[in-house]
């Protein structure tokens, strides 16, 4: 009688450990990233906004920090390198409706 061929049952389930650690290692990592995003694309300074949206009127007295307005004033520099969104707008809210239409930062 042959002999059957085949992995032994250890090897089986040290794979399967093996991958059930790398979906929970990247189902970590990608709600991680999700978060750096949001916070890398704050506006360090005052954040303008044109026309705030209805959303964005309700949230400005619970610590969403924008002004109604399109310029830098005189103290202050445009920040370049990407499109910011208010400081302090709600984490489960859509971005565009807290975007900066101007991000400014004081320079002294």
């Known amino acids: 009688m042959a002999r059957g061929q085949g992995l032994p049952i ?3 389930i040290i794979a399967a450990l093996g991958i059930i650690v790398l979906v929970v290692m990247g189902a970590i990592f990608s709600g991680q990233i999700g978060k750096f995003g949001r916070a890398a694309s704050e506006c360090p300074g005052k954040c303008y906004i044109s026309s705030p949206s209805p959303a964005a009127q309700q949230a400005q007295g619970t610590g969403v920090q924008f002004e109604v307005g399109q310029a ?8 370049t390198g990407g499109s910011y969104i208010a400081r302090g707008s709600p984490s489960n809210a859509n971005p565009a409706d807290f975007r900066c239409t101007a991000c400014c930062v004081p320079t002294g």
């Open 72 to 79: 830098c004033n005189e103290f202050e520099v445009r920040a």
């Open 10 to 12: 250890t090897t089986i």
